[in-house]
């Protein structure tokens, strides 16, 4: 069952709403030990959607994993068990938190992999505007090896060419407008991060700009994120495939978005 006390203040929310991102502090401390044996369950018996980047200049590598939330218990227990739903539906402004799929994110010590600057929407084969990612650390992440996300940035209403993380186009044929080059000018922008504890979470909009540097110290950084919607959500159709895929799922642009892969979590 769901538990549905919630962590967050007004203002948090009212933080949600207007940077597209915030802080929330020890919300999920006594899941994080169960989802650390989750991962390296999950490292020994990866989905067909494993992907890890193993970078040329023979660095440690970035293991990273999708959908596999209902697999493991130590993930699951954090989707069904913790006030994370309770809280996406508060940030929301949603009378339901529906689970759209997590992404597991390992970079080892010395893995040189930085995470572009990128937004989530134009990855995904959902839209709405009641989205919310929670970034949710297994290790400590100091503030110069954390998360960065462009505050506002989920305001501008553009969804940015979207690029895997090698660099390379999502979409053959993509004419969107890339993402800007925000490390070249950072004084351009509102810069928010944050040091984050095991049990802390960071959550945002589907829509907010965000970016990662690579992992040179000698800590692993192990990061589970979850991706939630709200009452509005629609299928849409992208002009490839997308980010995670679901190969056999049928749906039409502009469908409700729904069914048993995506199921509610928490309703009022």
Not at 14 to 25: C, P, Q, S, Y
Not at 186 to 207: E, K, M, N, Q, Y
Request: aromatic share 12%; hydrophobic share 35%.
């Amino acid at each position: 069952m769901v538990n549905k006390k919630s962590m967050v203040t007004s203002e948090q929310i009212t933080d949600f709403k207007e940077n597209g991102v915030v802080l929330i502090k020890d919300a999920f401390q006594p899941f994080i030990e169960q989802a650390r044996q989750a991962i390296e369950q999950n490292q020994a018996s990866p989905s067909w959607r494993e992907r890890t980047y193993r970078p040329d200049d023979g660095s440690a590598p970035f293991f990273q994993d999708y959908c596999v939330w209902s697999k493991f218990d130590g993930y699951r227990a954090l989707v069904e068990e913790s006030p994370m739903a309770a809280i996406a539906a508060q940030l929301m402004g949603s009378d339901t938190a529906r689970i759209f799929h997590d992404h597991v994110l390992v970079k080892e010590p010395g893995n040189s992999v930085v995470t572009p600057w990128h937004q989530d929407k134009p990855y995904y084969l959902v839209t709405g505007d009641q989205t919310v990612s929670f970034w949710i650390p297994l290790d400590p992440v100091p503030r110069e090896r954390t998360i960065e996300y462009i505050a506002g940035s989920h305001k501008s209403g553009k969804l940015y060419k979207p690029k895997r993380f090698d660099g390379t186009d999502l979409y053959a044929n993509d004419n969107s407008e890339p993402v800007p080059d925000v490390d070249a000018n950072r004084s351009d922008f509102t810069i928010l991060g944050w040091d984050v504890a095991p049990g802390d979470a960071v959550a945002f909009d589907f829509g907010t700009l965000h970016g990662a540097p690579a992992n040179s110290s000698t800590q692993r950084r192990r990061v589970i994120s979850f991706r939630w919607v709200g009452d509005d959500a629609r299928f849409i159709e992208r002009p490839g495939k997308t980010s995670p895929a679901f190969p056999d799922l049928t749906y039409r642009d502009g469908d409700k978005f729904t069914g048993p892969d995506f199921p509610v979590i928490y309703s009022v």
